[in-house]
């Protein structure tokens, strides 16, 4: 085993801000506009229901979901998805600075370590990649063809 093998784990997204991008594309690839419940979106995924709906709610109060009442309700985007910036999503999901989180235990370097700055310009640069990206974006191509094949299976 190569020494570079495990980089693939180092930036590693949670699986709530996961679960948030996939509700957030699921919703994007609706053409109709019709609300979708997060159970359902939850199935189609393959996923935890009880996940999917404390990521709604999390969505729900950021303001890029919105959830309609009633027997044919459910949830549906309240931003165009072209201007949901992935970077976005994930920072408000993930929470910035969250890379480097100093205040968690003692730490002798506290104040004085230039490793925390490293790390926050390296996060920086993460999101704002992320950023180059709306969840529109993301909906193309071969990601549509397969959410497509999700929407309609049984």
Same mark, same amino acid.
């Given at each position: 085993m190569s020494q570079l093998d495990h980089l693939g784990t @180092?930036?590693?997204?949670?699986?709530?801000?996961?679960?948030? @991008?996939?509700?957030?594309?699921? @919703?994007?690839?609706?053409?109709?506009?019709?609300?979708?419940?997060?159970?359902?979106?939850?199935?189609?995924?393959?996923?935890?229901?009880?996940?999917?709906?404390?990521?709604?709610?999390? @969505?729900?109060?950021?303001?890029?979901?919105?959830?309609?009442s009633g027997r044919y309700g459910g949830l549906k985007l309240a931003v165009p998805a072209n201007t949901l910036r992935v970077g976005d999503v994930v920072a408000a999901m993930e929470g910035v600075g969250a890379m480097a989180d100093c205040k968690r235990g003692p730490c002798p370097l506290h104040g004085g370590c230039a490793l925390k700055g490293a790390l926050d310009r390296a996060e920086q640069s993460f999101l704002d990649e992320l950023r180059k990206y709306t969840i529109a974006d993301v909906l193309r191509g071969p990601t549509l063809v397969r959410l497509e094949h999700i929407m309609r299976a049984a």
């Open positions: @180092l930036v590693r997204l949670s699986l709530y801000t996961d679960f948030s @991008l996939r509700l957030l594309v699921y @919703l994007a690839g609706i053409r109709d506009g019709k609300p979708v419940s997060a159970a359902k979106i939850a199935e189609r995924y393959n996923v935890s229901a009880h996940h999917m709906h404390k990521v709604a709610q999390g @969505l729900r109060k950021l303001g890029y979901v919105d959830s309609v």
